[in-house]
């Protein structure tokens, strides 16, 4: 063959095959830390407007089974990226050395909150003295609680406290049987709803506005997929970072995507539940930091809280350790 009709071929197959390479999706397993709903509107928004397409990527987003389980599943391998709360993942590194980082901000504010009957006479934390809470029986704000309490000079056995399954609350808010109850604040839209059935107004009272300075929802990697597949890390983060603000700018699209991906999630809802969660996301913390960046300063309050309520020792652990900000970008 003519020498250059075999450039010329091998030209055509180097194309062919840089043409497949450029069209083959990466495949990312991203794991909830619970079932969907409008706190993950971001990721739905993005995947279902092509910002994780436009990036090079075919995202598969799987239900959760709460934080610590969606931690050792990225650290096992089972899943690439998820999505986690920061205390978790510094008392779980606490405990033992956790293949897996945190790598992006979520809610920088915390978004427990304590929500009254409007006719309740509660309108400052000391009211509640003397009054009973019920409080979700498997919740971080539930462990942080009794040092909640104190740190805003009152004394736990003055407030008499029952644990429930989270479904349980806003009915037992709403019928009288408790007078207050501890959720997060992006519950609320869900809670008010249930107070409106029973003719009653609900006022949220939120814990961040009350000494609650920590992080929250964040994402979390394995350390052999960051160290394998850094650029596809990076990718998801950028998709991530690109589809926050249009979400943001429009939550009824973004709980519309939801809906589409996840018929069983209502839009109306959702759309609530992402616009009680934007102040989380969106807030003097992150513009301080920048978009899913981590403050070390706000970290170690994080560690502060979740040291103090857990009983482990201030210096088991440097926090930052746990975080790896090389992926967020610029």
């Known amino acids: 063959m003519d020498i250059r009709l075999r450039l010329a071929a091998l030209a055509a197959t180097l194309t062919l095959a840089l043409g497949t390479a450029a069209g083959a999706a990466e495949p ?3 794991q909830l830390g619970w079932v969907p709903g409008g706190t993950n509107a971001i990721e739905y928004y993005a995947l279902a407007k092509g910002y994780f397409a436009a990036e090079g990527l075919d995202v598969t987003i799987r239900s959760g089974n709460g934080a610590t389980d969606t931690l050792s599943k990225v650290a096992a391998g089972a899943a690439d990226i998820g999505n986690v709360g920061l205390d978790a993942a ?5 405990e033992q050395k956790v ?9 920088t504010k915390n978004p427990g909150s304590i929500h009254v009957g409007a006719d309740s006479g509660i309108t400052t934390l000391a009211d509640l003295a003397g009054k009973k809470i019920a409080l979700p029986a498997y919740s971080s704000t539930t462990v942080t609680w009794p040092l909640f309490v104190r740190r805003n000079g009152l004394d736990p056995d003055r407030i008499d406290t029952v644990k429930v399954d989270a479904s349980a609350l806003a009915p037992m808010l709403a019928s009288g049987q408790v007078d207050a109850i ?3 604040v992006t519950v609320a839209p869900l ?3 249930v107070m409106a059935a029973a003719g009653r107004e609900m006022v949220v009272i939120p814990m961040s506005e009350h000494g609650l300075e920590s992080y929250s929802a964040a994402l979390a990697a394995g350390d052999t997929f960051l160290a394998q597949r850094p650029e596809v890390a990076r990718a998801f983060l950028r998709a991530l970072a690109k589809a926050t603000p249009a979400a943001i700018a429009d ?16 839009a109306a809802i959702a759309a609530q539940e992402f616009r009680a969660a934007i102040p989380l996301i969106e807030n003097e913390v992150t513009r301080a930091a920048g978009l899913g960046r981590f403050d070390p300063a706000q970290v170690a309050k ?16 440097d926090p930052m350790s746990v975080i790896d900000m090389s992926f967020v970008p610029e």
């Open 99 to 107: 293949p897996a980082k945190v790598i992006y901000a979520l809610f």
């Open 28 to 30: 990312v397993i991203y």
């Open 90 to 94: 510094l008392a779980a590194a606490a």
């Open 302 to 317: 994080t560690w502060d809280w979740v040291a103090q309520s857990q009983g482990f020792a201030p210096a088991a652990l």
């Open 251 to 266: 939550p009824d699209g973004a709980a519309a995507a939801i809906h589409a991906l996840v018929p069983e999630v209502d």
């Open 182 to 184: 501890v959720n997060w």
């Open 191 to 193: 809670d008010r709803a």
